[in-house]
Nanobody
Framework: QLQLVESGGGLVQPGGSLRLSCAAS????????IGWFRQAPGKEREVVSC????????NYADSVKGRFTIPRDNAENTVYLQMNSMKPEDTGIYYCVASPLCSDQVPGGYLEGWGQGKLVTVSS
């Protein structure tokens, strides 16, 4: 299992923004597809976004498309989840994940590692 360390999260009002970071140590983050999952209370885990290892492709769930982006800083060996125009439905625990391909980030798919999870709460 690859080690991924998340930072960020917290409380934000609807319409606000937050940024999560996912940093890798001991391996090149851009050798893997890096994605973000989230799990809201009482709901199933959802694939939020993914960036391919080469950075040429990004994927977003329909629920976040146009609001979230997944930038990568190779110099810092870090992938971010920039969350804008946030809604209460975005509340949940967010996990970054590493896999060979973004297409692996599905139920039952092969994942190389997980971040520890960060709580994001969107509330007035």
């Amino acid at each position: 299992q690859l080690q991924l360390v998340e930072s960020g999260g917290g409380l934000v009002q609807p319409g606000g923004s937050l940024r999560l970071s996912c940093a890798a140590s001991g391996f090149a983050l851009n050798s893997y597809a890096i994605g973000w999952f989230r799990q809201a209370p009482g709901k199933e885990r959802e694939v939020v976004s993914c960036i391919s290892s080469g950075g040429g492709r990004t994927n977003y769930a329909d629920s976040v498309k146009g609001r979230f982006t997944i930038p990568r800083d190779n110099a810092e060996n870090t992938v971010y989840l920039q969350m804008n125009s946030m809604k209460p439905e975005d509340t949940g625990i967010y996990y970054c994940v590493a896999s060979p391909l973004c297409s692996d980030q599905v139920p039952g798919g092969y994942l190389e590692g997980w971040g520890q999870g960060k709580l994001v709460t969107v509330s007035s």
